[in-house]
C-alpha cells in the first residue's frame, strides 16, 4: 500500500523528517520548486505540518479534500482558522509545554541585550573601536526597572519570574484577571506602558490583539522606554514602532518577530536602537526536539483514528 502524503511546509531536523518520510510521502514546500510540488499534490495530501507563523490559508485547506490534520509546529494558532478547519474534520494540534521556558529566555535575553548594549559593544570592539580608546556608553541595570508584561499567559508568567531574579519589578496587563499574587494588573495596555520601564509583549495574536501596541502605547511608554516582542509582529503597529524608535518617542527595542516575516520592513535594518533576531525564541535543539516529539504523536494518533494529544479545536465530526 502507497504512503500516505505530507506536506512539510517548514524545515525540522533531519533527525524529525526522517521520522516523518518512515510514514508518509513528504512533500516539502519550503524547497526551491516546493510550492508547485505541493499544488500538485494537493488533492493527496492527508497531513500538514506547519509553523506558529506560516500557518496553512483557508485557500489551501479548501485545496486538500484529504486533509484530516493541520499539526502546528509552535503554539500560535493566529495562521489557521480553526473553526474553518473544524467545520471539515481536521484536527489542528500545537505543542503547548514545550517552549514557554525558552520563549522566555529569549525575552530576557533581548532586555539584557539592549539595556547592557551587548550587540552595540561587539560591533564597537571588531571596528576597532576600543582599541582606538574611543568612548563606549553605559548601559542601563535591570535591577530596579519597571518590567510591564503585555499578556500574562505561560510565557508572560515564566519572563516574570525570570524578570524577578534579575531585580525587576513586575506589573502585567492580561485581558482576563489572573491570580498572580504580588503583581499589580493595570486596566489597559496604555496605563501598562505609563507604569512600565521596559514593555515585554508576550500576548497572543488574535483579531483582538491586531496592533494593540499603537502610537499611543508607545507615546506613554515614552522616551526611556525599552519595548521587547516576543509574540507576533502583527500586535504591533509597526509603522508607529519605526516612528517612535526613529523620532526618539521610545529608547529601543528587542524584537524577535515582525510583520511579513522573513522579508520585514526594511527600516529596521538601518535602527541603530535595535536588537534584531530572526524568529529564533523556541529555536534551540531541546526545545525543537520536545516540540517535534508532540507533533510526532499528534501524527500518530490521527492515523491510528485517535484523538491527537494536542488538538486546540476540538473533537472531528463523527
Ligand atoms: C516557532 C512560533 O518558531 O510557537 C509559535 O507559534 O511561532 C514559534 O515557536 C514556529 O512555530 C516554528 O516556525
Known amino acids: 500500500m502507497s504512503k500516505p502524503e505530507l506536506l512539510l511546509i517548514e524545515p525540522m531536523t533531519p533527525d524529525v523528517e526522517a521520522a516523518l518520510e518512515a510514514e508518509y510521502t513528504v512533500h516539502r514546500y519550503y524547497l526551491p520548486g516546493g510550492h508547485e510540488a505541493a499544488l500538485e499534490a494537493r488533492p493527496r495530501v492527508s497531513a500538514v505540518v506547519t ?18 490534520i493541520i499539526a502546528i509546529n509552535g503554539v500560535g494558532t493566529d495562521r489557521v482558522d480553526l473553526s474553518f478547519a473544524r467545520e471539515r474534520g ?41 582599541a582606538a580608546e574611543e568612548p563606549f556608553p553605559l548601559g542601563g541595570s535591570l535591577k530596579g526597572r519597571r518590567l510591564g508584561i503585555l499578556g500574562l499567559g505561560q510565557i508572560g508568567r515564566a ?18 484577571p489572573v491570580d498572580v499574587g504580588d503583581w499589580p494588573a493595570l486596566p489597559t495596555p496604555e496605563t501598562l506602558a ?12 488574535t483579531p483582538e490583539t491586531r496592533g494593540i501596541v499603537d502610537a499611543r502605547v508607545l507615546a506613554a511608554l515614552g522616551s526611556q522606554g525599552v519595548l521587547v516582542n516576543v509574540a507576533r509582529g502583527s500586535v504591533i503597529d509597526e509603522p508607529a514602532l519605526i516612528a517612535a524608535l526613529s523620532s526618539g518617542g521610545i529608547a529601543a ?15 529596521f535594518f538601518t535602527l541603530p536602537n535595535t536588537v534584531l533576531v530572526p524568529h529564533q525564541a523556541s529555536a534551540t535543539v531541546e526545545t525543537r526536539r520536545a516540540m517535534a516529539d508532540l507533533v510526532l504523536a499528534n501524527l500518530a494518533a490521527r492515523r491510528a483514528g485517535d484523538r491527537p494529544p494536542s488538538v486546540v479545536n476540538q473533537e472531528r465530526r463523527a
Request: charged content about 30%; aromatic content about 6%.
Open 194 to 205: 505609563e507604569d512600565s520601564d521596559v514593555l515585554a509583549v508576550c500576548v497572543a495574536a
Open 51 to 68: 509553523g506558529g507563523g506560516s500557518g496553512l490559508g483557508n485557500d489551501w485547506i479548501e485545496a486538500m479534500p484529504e486533509l484530516g
Open 253 to 267: 527595542a528587542g524584537l524577535d518577530v515582525f510583520e511579513n516575516e522573513p522579508r520585514i520592513r526594511e527600516e
Open 159 to 176: 519572563l516574570g519570574a525570570r524578570a524577578e531574579i534579575f531585580g525587576m519589578k513586575v506589573r502585567y496587563w492580561n485581558r482576563r
Open 90 to 130: 481536521i484536527d489542528v494540534t500545537t505543542t503547548p509545554g514545550t517552549l514557554t521556558e525558552d520563549v522566555a529566555d529569549m525575552a530576557l535575553a533581548l532586555i539584557l541585550a539592549v539595556l547592557r548594549r551587548v550587540v552595540e559593544g561587539d560591533a564597537f570592539l571588531r571596528a576597532g573601536r576600543w
